[in-house]
């Protein structure tokens, strides 16, 4: 990562920098390079490039600040909105293209353009390559610190024996502590909503499984409000390979389902939520195949007190990633059964 990329956009560029475009002419939707970033709205183009798009200010300002952004096209009424964060794109020696308003249509897939599209460099992340936990942040005595080793890549043992300790904090598994798996997931904007819920709880890691939406496409994109830049997210066609990667790394594997014999909170006040997990979720029309709650190594249901039928996909991970979450900062704080507040 380019170290400029970590400092706030206005410690980069000073506000009243002036705007790239200034003075050259706007790029319409024939340009060379409009064209070429228009071809990345297909999942065949995204593979064959390894590029994709990223529209919107929350979107290419987290681009910018992982050091994948690539290229960037702006509209005119969009400079005057976002003018540090164009100039802090200039300022890193990135491409910054003025559009018209036609050009910036046709880069967007929304019915109302933002002006601001992003080509940005598309990961080629493998399951064996997704690191350990992410750094948390712990309450001392002191104040509040970092715990764990973020991004530390982990070769599982084979015989799915624990790893070595992480942090210097004894047995911790040096694994991932939580993933979160669609499967078939067949809503981009749920999938979207997944991987910012996800990186709001302080999951390792997203991974696609199964045939589904592409994370990458513009809508996904989009409901990820920047987080997809945040967190690893993989795409593995073979659920038994994922769940094989989980169990490897010292996860195990939870599904969700509305019929599952077991409560989420019940799970959670009995201690079992405390270990490494990764979860999976079905998509809104299906759920989860009755092999893959077989092979599963608990099923849980989100309880519903009221009348409704059920949740939301996207509200349901919340709950279980949540519930999962705070299960694990209550054991590493040793809170557990002490009466910190319970744990609905």
């Known amino acids: 990562m380019n170290a400029r990329s970590t400092r706030p956009i206005e410690q980069v560029v000073d ?59 702006v509209g005119a009424s969009a400079s005057a909105r976002h003018g540090p964060l164009v100039a802090a794109a200039a300022a890193a020696g990135l491409p910054v293209r003025p559009v018209t308003d036609a050009a910036a249509a046709a880069l967007s897939e929304t019915v109302t353009p933002q002006g601001l599209v992003a080509v940005a460099t598309l990961p080629d992340t493998r399951l064996a390559e997704l690191p350990g936990r992410r750094a ?23 015989t799915g024996a624990p790893g070595p300790a992480r942090g210097g904090q004894p047995g911790m598994q040096a694994g991932p502590s939580l993933v979160a798996v669609c499967v078939a997931a067949n809503d981009p904007g749920n999938a979207g909503t997944v991987i910012r819920t996800a990186d709001a709880a302080g999951v390792d890691a997203v991974v696609f499984a199964g045939e589904g939406v592409d994370p990458f496409g513009g809508k996904c994109v989009r409901s990820t409000a920047g987080s997809l830049f945040h967190l690893p997210v993989a795409v593995e066609p073979d659920l038994a390979e994922v769940m094989g990667w989980l169990r490897a790394t010292g996860c ?68 279980c990633l949540y519930a999962s979450a705070r299960a694990q900062r209550m054991a590493r704080s040793g809170t ?3 009466g910190g507040g319970g744990r609905r």
Request: proline fraction near 8%.
């Open 15 to 73: 506000r009243a920098a002036p705007w790239p475009g200034d003075g050259a002419t706007a790029l319409g939707p024939r340009a060379a390079s409009v064209a070429a970033a228009r071809r990345l709205r297909r999942p065949s183009a995204r593979r064959a490039e390894g590029l994709f798009l990223a529209e919107g200010f929350q979107a290419v300002e987290a681009a910018l600040a992982a050091g994948r952004l690539v290229e960037l096209f």
């Open 136 to 158: 948390v942040v712990a309450e001392t005595p002191e104040g509040l610190r970092p715990t764990g080793t973020p991004g530390t890549t982990v070769t599982p043992d084979p």
């Open 252 to 319: 195990q594997v939870v599904a969700t389902s509305g019929h599952g014999a077991r409560d989420l909170y019940d799970a959670a006040d009995a201690g079992d939520l405390d270990v490494p997990t990764g979860w999976l979720f079905g998509n809104e029309a299906h759920g989860l195949p009755p092999d893959v709650l077989t092979a599963a190594d608990a099923v849980l249901r989100v309880p519903v007190y009221g009348q409704a039928e059920s949740l939301n996909l996207a509200v349901a991970t919340a709950l």
């Open 336 to 338: 557990h059964g002490t």
